[in-house]
């Protein structure tokens, strides 16, 4: 399984971490080279009270079409709009919401996470 994250603060990247060191799974950062060869999922960040990030949204642009789910790191003082960049990249890109945590995420957050991907069974439009 591939993962592509995008981390700014660093809380992103040690969620990652976690599923790494659980996992044997390829975890990629988010660079403005990336290319996503495989199809995987998609960890990111909300920024600026509900905002994709710019480095994510590049990212989708050109990736979107390997991208199975997106998960979202927030803060949960930003009420409705915690973990709001998942909730706008499903909607632009019809893909589904599969985690949102609250900034380097909770041990049991980090198993949900790992226990989804694990059951994921995309869905075909043919």
């Known amino acids: 399984m591939t993962i592509y994250y995008d981390s700014r603060t660093g809380n992103v990247e040690r969620f990652v971490r976690k599923i ?18 495989k199809p995987g999922h998609l960890i990111t960040y909300t920024t600026k009270i509900g905002q994709v990030p710019e480095s994510t949204e590049r990212f989708m642009q050109t990736n979107h079409s390997s991208i199975l789910s997106v998960s979202s790191s927030g803060n949960m003082n930003w009420g409705a ?14 893909i589904p919401v599969l985690l949102k945590f609250e900034l380097s995420g909770l041990e ?14 995309p869905m075909y439009n043919f």
């Open 20 to 37: 790494a060191a659980k996992t044997e799974w390829q975890c990629l950062k988010i660079t403005g080279q990336l290319v996503a060869l």
């Open 81 to 94: 709009n915690f973990g709001l960049a998942a909730d706008k990249i499903s909607a632009k890109y019809d």
């Open 108 to 121: 049991r957050e980090v198993n949900s996470f790992i226990e989804k991907v694990n059951a994921y069974q």
